[in-house]
């Protein structure tokens, strides 16, 4: 399994930017597909992003399609979430995960990651 420690969030203005960096341990980085989540209070955790193992494929949920941008840095053993343009309802704690998965990106469902960080607060105030 890869440790996973997420950091950036904090409190923004609705139409903000924001960028969560998820720093993972281990050799093996490369091996894992990558994803955010996010879960507000009282609501169910929900997906937000993912991304390939090479970094060549992403996928986001429709709710933040055009606003949100997943990268990583094997080099660096990093997975980064570019926010803009937040809106109130994106407040929650934003997860980071690893899949070993072999499926697509696109179907990577939440039991595909079998590790995940302590999460990192994202407020947006109105």
Do not use: H
């Not at 894992?32 to 970094?55: D, N």
């Not at 899949?99 to 039991?111: A, D, H, I």
């Not at 595909?112 to 994202?122: A, E, L, N």
């Amino acid at each position: 399994q890869v440790q996973l420690v997420e950091s950036g969030g904090g409190l923004v203005q609705a139409g903000g930017s924001l960028r969560l960096s998820c720093a993972a341990s281990g050799r093996t980085f490369s091996s894992y597909a990558m994803g955010w989540f996010r879960q507000a209070p009282g609501k169910e955790r929900e997906f937000v992003a993912a991304i390939s193992r090479s970094g060549g494929v992403t996928y986001y949920a429709d709710s933040v399609k055009g606003r949100f941008t997943i990268s990583r840095d094997n080099a660096k053993n990093t997975v980064y979430l570019r926010m803009k343009s937040l809106k109130p309802e994106d407040t929650a704690v934003y997860y980071c995960a690893a899949s070993s998965s072999s499926r697509y990106v696109e179907r990577l469902l939440q039991p595909d990651f079998g590790s995940w960080g302590q999460g990192t607060q994202v407020t947006v105030s109105s």
